[in-house]
C-alpha cells in the first residue's frame, strides 16, 4: 500500500516524470499566454478555457484518471519482471569485448566534454526514434493495435492521458527503453569509458527537460497550440498530437512522433497542424471500448488478442493442409509418370 501511495506521487514530485507539478504549471503558463496573445481571449475568459470543466469531468478523463491509478498496481507487478537495461547493457558490453581488431585508443585523445554532448544527444534521439517505429507498429500490427486502442479511445485529452495505456502496451514500450538505452550506453561506455556521462537537469536528459519545460503537457490537453509550419517539420506541436487523436481519415496514421516530427518527415507520416476545435477524437471502428468501463478497457484488447491469435492459427492451418493436399497431388501425378515411363522402357526392351 505504502508502494502504491508513494508511486502516485512520486509522478508528481519526480521531475523526470512527465506530469511533474513544474512542468504542469508551466504548461498551463504557456496555455494562459498562448490563449490571450494568439487567441486574443480575456484572462478570464482564457481560464475558463483552461479549466474547463467538461474535459476534466468528462466520462473519458474520469476513466484517465482510474486507469492512471489502476496502472501503478500492475507496474508494481509487473516491472521487476522486465529485462532492465542493466542486463541487456552488460551482455552488448561484454559481447563488444570479444571485438580485437578495434584501435581503441583512437578514442581516447576525444575530450570528455564532446563525449557527453554525443552521448545525450545519442540517447535523446535513439529513444525517440525507436518510441517512433514502436508507435507505428502499434497501429500497423493488429495485436499491437488492439492494446493501442486504449490510448485512442480517450474522446477528452488531459496530461493524464499519456497514461491511458494497456498495461501489456506499458510491458512493449518499457523494453523498448531498456534495449535503445542499454545498447547506447554499452556501446558508449565501450568506446570511451568513464568519460561517459549524460549531461542532465534534475536528472533528467537536458534535451527531455528542455522539451517538457516547453510544454510537452499540452499535447494531450484541449489547447491546440500550433508551431510554425518549418517548426512542425523538426518538433510535433501540441496540436499535431491532437490531430493523431483525430477519427478523420485523412489524420489515420499521421504524426506518430514523441518530440520530433523529422521522423514523421522522413519516413512519410507528417501532417502539420489544424484547428484543433474543429477535430473529433477517439476510434471510429470499437463501438465497445467507446464506453469508457474500466472492464471493457482492460478486458476486450486480450479478448480480442485472442481471437486474432485464433484467426491466425485457423488460417495456418487451412494454408498448411492446402499446401499438403497439392504436393501429395503433385506426388501422385509424379509417381502415376514415372510407372508409366518403366513401364514404356520396359515394353521397348521386349
Ligand atoms: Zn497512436
Ligand atoms: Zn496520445
Known amino acids: 500500500m505504502i508502494d502504491f501511495v508513494s508511486s502516485i506521487f512520486e509522478h508528481f514530485v519526480d521531475p523526470r516524470k512527465r506530469i511533474f507539478f513544474g512542468y504542469i504549471f508551466i504548461s498551463l503558463l504557456i496555455a494562459f ?6 487567441k486574443k481571449l480575456s484572462p478570464i475568459k482564457a481560464l475558463y478555457k483552461i479549466f474547463d470543466k467538461r474535459i476534466f469531468f468528462s466520462k473519458s478523463s474520469k476513466s484517465d484518471y482510474s486507469i492512471f491509478l489502476l496502472n501503478r498496481v500492475f507496474t508494481l507487478f509487473i516491472s521487476p519482471m522486465l529485462i532492465t537495461q542493466v542486463v541487456i547493457a552488460t551482455l552488448i558490453f561484454h559481447s563488444l569485448h570479444k571485438i580485437t581488431w578495434l584501435n581503441l585508443t583512437i578514442f581516447q585523445d576525444i575530450p570528455k566534454s564532446a563525449v557527453v554532448l554525443l552521448f545525450t544527444l545519442t540517447i535523446f534521439l535513439l529513444d525517440d526514434l525507436t518510441k517512433y517505429f514502436v508507435h507505428r507498429w502499434m497501429h500497423k500490427f493488429p495485436i499491437l493495435w488492439a492494446l493501442h486502442k486504449v490510448h485512442h479511445s480517450a474522446t477528452e485529452l488531459t496530461p493524464l492521458t499519456i497514461y491511458r495505456t494497456h498495461p501489456l502496451e506499458g510491458v512493449v514500450f518499457s523494453l523498448r527503453s531498456a534495449f535503445s538505452q542499454g545498447t547506447a550506453i554499452s556501446v558508449f561506455f565501450f568506446l570511451f569509458g568513464d568519460k561517459v556521462t549524460l549531461a542532465s537537469v534534475l536528472g533528467v536528459n537536458i534535451v527531455i527537460f528542455i522539451f517538457n519545460v516547453a510544454g510537452a503537457n499540452l ?9 510554425w509550419s518549418w517548426l512542425e517539420y523538426i518538433l510535433i506541436s501540441p496540436a499535431q498530437h491532437q490531430l493523431h487523436h483525430s477519427i478523420a481519415k485523412e489524420h489515420h496514421d499521421k504524426n506518430f512522433g514523441a518530440t520530433l516530427a523529422i521522423w514523421d518527415w522522413i519516413f512519410n507520416s507528417l501532417h502539420h497542424s489544424t484547428e484543433t476545435e474543429s477535430l ?12 469508457h468501463s474500466l472492464i471493457t478497457i482492460y478486458i476486450s484488447p486480450i479478448v480480442e488478442i485472442i481471437k486474432i491469435i485464433i484467426k491466425n492459427i485457423i488460417n495456418a492451418y487451412l494454408w498448411f493442409r492446402k499446401t499438403v493436399n497439392i504436393l501429395f497431388k503433385l506426388w501422385q501425378k509424379l509417381t502415376k509418370l514415372l510407372t508409366r515411363e518403366d513401364k514404356d522402357n520396359s515394353n521397348v526392351e521386349i
Open 280 to 291: 473529433t477524437l477517439g476510434l471510429d471502428d470499437t463501438p465497445q471500448i467507446k464506453s
Open 219 to 227: 499535447r494531450h490537453s484541449h489547447i491546440g497550440i500550433r508551431y
Open 33 to 38: 499566454i498562448w490563449l490571450i496573445y494568439v
